[in-house]
């Protein structure tokens, strides 16, 4: 088995390296950014994959990555977890569905409510102890999900016709098209903007950019949050108009 991730504040990363060492100790977790993935699932005929769940959909970034290498799904068993702040009806089941289309077997799916990486808008944020009560949920989760797989009854949270109504009419019917093409919305505040060039290295999209020592963005962001949650003077912003709480797993362990 392998784990592929996609991961913004390392909520997903954190669930499938868990899910991983608890199914095998052998098994890893690769990020789709990683050069190595492709090869590591070549060898693999178990997929489990992780991400965090955009407006009840996939990140356009990991959505590109499936159809990009689409030669490479045809027959795997695939396994998916969908990490989320709150809702999101079929997070798991519409990866299944693509990975399906290109010959994929989705063998069961995981639904994992994890501290919320939007670090922009107030009425997401949850008071730390409540984060950290999250994850410990999760964490069980993840080790009841592990035995059930291997006791041949896996998970099936998120995949099936009533969880898909769940997800288009909670929510992609609304919001859905915000995933469908990379945003250009991020804002850089450029009287507080450093130019430190943090919010370069660690976008996966290439978006950032330092010019005359301040941040640019372009119209490449998969909408991740991983710039924003680390910029050291709360610089960007991008559905909110404010940083209310930057974010990342490691403060919630
Ligand atoms: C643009 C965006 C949209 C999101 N939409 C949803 C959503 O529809 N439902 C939900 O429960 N959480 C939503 N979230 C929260 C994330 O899915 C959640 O915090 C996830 O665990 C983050 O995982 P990561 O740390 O691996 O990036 C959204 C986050 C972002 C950045």
Same mark, same amino acid.
């Given at each position: 088995m392998v784990g592929i991730y996609f991961s913004g504040t390392g909520n997903s990363k954190y669930a499938v390296e868990l899910f991983c060492s608890e199914y095998n100790k052998d098994s890893r977790a690769y990020s789709?950014? %990683? %050069?190595e993935a492709l090869t590591a699932i070549k060898e693999s005929d178990l997929i489990v994959f992780a991400y965090p769940v955009q407006f009840s959909t996939i990140p356009k970034i990991l959505r590109d990555y499936i159809t990009d290498h689409k030669?490479?799904? /045809?027959?795997k068993k695939v396994f998916l977890i969908a990490t989320m702040g709150l809702f999101s009806g079929d997070g798991a089941g519409i990866l299944g569905r693509l990975l399906k289309k290109h010959g994929a077997k989705p063998v069961g799916g995981l639904h994992l409510k994890m501290p %919320?990486?939007?670090? %922009?808008? &107030?009425?997401?944020k949850r008071p730390l102890q409540k984060n950290k009560e999250l994850v410990k949920q999760a964490e069980q989760k993840i080790k009841e999900s592990v035995n059930r797989l291997k006791a041949g009854n896996p998970t099936k949270e998120g995949m099936g016709p009533l969880y898909r109504l769940a997800g288009f009419f909670g929510q992609r019917a609304y919001? $859905?098209? &915000? =995933? &469908?093409a990379y945003s250009s919305k991020l804002k850089v505040d450029t009287d507080s903007c450093? $130019?430190?060039?943090k919010c370069e290295k660690v976008c996966p999209m290439g978006n950032m950019a330092i010019k005359d020592k301040k941040a640019v963005s372009s119209d490449? +962001? =998969? /909408? +991740?949050y991983r710039c924003i949650n680390i910029c050291p003077n709360q610089a960007l912003t991008l559905l $909110? &108009?404010?940083?209310v709480e930057q974010c990342g797993i490691e403060k919630y362990r």
């Open positions: 789709i950014e %990683d %050069d030669a490479l799904w /045809m027959n %919320d990486s939007i670090a %922009d808008e &107030k009425a997401l919001f $859905g098209h &915000k =995933t &469908k450093i $130019g430190c060039g490449r +962001c =998969t /909408m +991740c $909110g &108009k404010r940083v």
